[in-house]
């Protein structure tokens, strides 16, 4: 009977149960009219006033806080301060037992939105924050019919990352974000997870919206207690894992580097005593260091990274490979003019190098002396070296000196002129032999440039 004159004139109550220690209060709000002109003010005022105390029945049991959150952007890594910028939409849920109605008797309104400066709202912080929190003002939460209050808000996060850059351009971070609460130990407030961890991971990765220099690998969690002097903290610590896209700084920094390296490397194709050589390695050179300018800026300000070493050997590379050149200039220009004698051990490994394995066998000659043979050595005639008689032919004997009316010093004069032009000989081959070592060495450093690229991108 009395029911349906509540229905007949339209009038239902939203009862809200202040349960205090000890004992219990209830008042009744009017709410005639609810889906038309919203909630009176003065319905939740007593809910307000104990905004300032933890909404709990018995204080022996502690608040249960679900957390979540959504990472929208990744902002900015700076290697140099070790910090971690992104953007984060959090969600705290938690109950207040205080706060209950029922729906059929508001016209079916299930939840309200109310001023978070009215409630009172958990403490929890982000350990590893860095900068002021400059989350807006005069945000709201929803409240159900439960008492289930869901507060949801936007956070810029300057976090502290221990980042480890040696494999810049091909990187991977593992940055933390601790959630605990700065006031509360776990008598009091009690973390757990509003969704899962696979679940924040699928959704920031289909909701980031940045697609720059980083992208989210995925999200763990561990939930270790933190023990601070003789007190207790929940706490929640979210790994994110993020990796950097290396696009940029292949095409910018290893692919412009690569070049001029392959360039240097193809300069050994022109002639030995070439007056060219040495300019264009000079030209090489600087250009590279001027592409180290101008390429400083993309680098990490802090710490060495495997592509600093990698720049470091190019350029050491380059600038041997133009001493080399000017060591051969100077040393086919002195061996042209005054052939200085060549050393014994050199002479050796000249043969040892330029021989092929299978030689003809050592046969021993006669009138070869000098450097024409090793002392105790038979003479191995093998493509490479050439031998003193083959650089100036056949000698002239006595009988054919006088027929030609020579001298008898013209003999001498020959042999010495055959032993300048075997010298000569020596020493161009010797300049040869640089040079191949010097270019294998090239082939061989950018090979393994290229396969360790490889490596670092597909892992």
Not at 185 to 195: A, F, N
Request: aromatic share 12%.
């Amino acid at each position: 009977m009395e029911r349906s004159w509540f229905h007949r004139e339209r009038l239902s109550y939203l009862v809200l149960s202040l349960l205090l220690p000890g004992r219990g209060s209830t008042f009744t709000i009017n709410c005639t009219g609810f889906g038309q002109n919203g909630l009176y003010t003065t319905a939740l005022d007593s809910v307000f006033e104990r905004k300032a105390f933890r909404p709990v029945i018995n204080y022996s049991i502690p608040t249960i806080v679900n957390i979540s959150f959504t990472v929208s952007a990744i902002l900015d890594v700076d290697e140099q301060l070790q910090l971690l910028s992104s953007f984060l939409w959090l969600e705290m849920v938690w109950d207040n037992p205080f706060i209950s109605w029922n729906p059929e008797e508001c016209e079916g309104i299930s939840k309200i939105s109310v001023a978070t400066k009215n409630l009172w709202l958990p403490d929890i912080f982000i350990t590893e924050f860095m900068d002021v929190d400059k989350t807006p003002k005069g945000l709201k939460a929803f409240i159900s019919n439960e008492g289930r209050i869901r507060y949801k808000k936007p956070m810029k996060v300057v976090s502290i990352c221990n980042l480890n850059i040696f494999y810049f351009p091909f990187d991977q971070q593992n940055c933390t974000l601790t959630f605990s609460s700065f006031l509360y130990t776990v008598e009091y407030i009690s973390l757990g997870m509003e969704k899962e961890v696979w679940e924040i991971t699928d959704t920031s990765q289909d909701i980031i919206q940045t697609h720059g220099e980083w992208e989210l690998l995925g999200i763990n969690k561990a939930t270790p207690k933190k023990s601070v002097g003789t007190n207790l903290y929940d706490q929640i610590i979210f790994y994110v894992a993020i990796r950097r896209r290396p696009k940029l700084y292949i095409m910018n920094l290893l692919v412009p580097s690569s070049f001029l390296v392959t360039i240097d490397a193809l300069s050994f194709y022109l002639p030995a005593g070439s007056q060219n050589r040495a300019p264009f390695k000079i030209t090489l050179l600087l250009g590279y260091n001027v592409f180290l300018l101008m390429m400083n800026d993309l680098l990490p300000a802090s710490g060495t990274p495997l592509i600093s070493v990698y720049f470091a050997l190019c350029l050491s590379l380059m600038v041997l490979s133009l001493l080399e050149t000017i060591f051969i200039s100077y040393l086919l220009h002195l061996a042209t003019t005054q052939p200085p004698p060549m050393p014994r051990w050199l002479h050796f490994l000249l043969l040892h190098c330029t021989s092929p394995r299978t030689c003809c066998p050592a046969v021993p000659q006669k009138g070869n002396t000098g450097l024409d043979h090793l002392p105790g050595e038979g003479s191995q005639h093998c493509p490479g070296v050439k031998e003193p008689m083959e650089l100036v032919g056949k000698l002239p004997g006595p009988r054919e000196t006088e027929l030609n009316g020579c001298p008898g010093s013209t003999r001498a004069q020959q042999e010495d002129k055959a032993q300048k032009q075997h010298l000569v000989s020596l020493w161009v081959q010797f300049s040869h032999m640089m040079d191949t070592l010097l270019f294998c060495l090239y082939l061989l450093f950018l090979a393994t440039s290229i396969v360790t690229v490889i490596i670092l991108w597909n892992t």
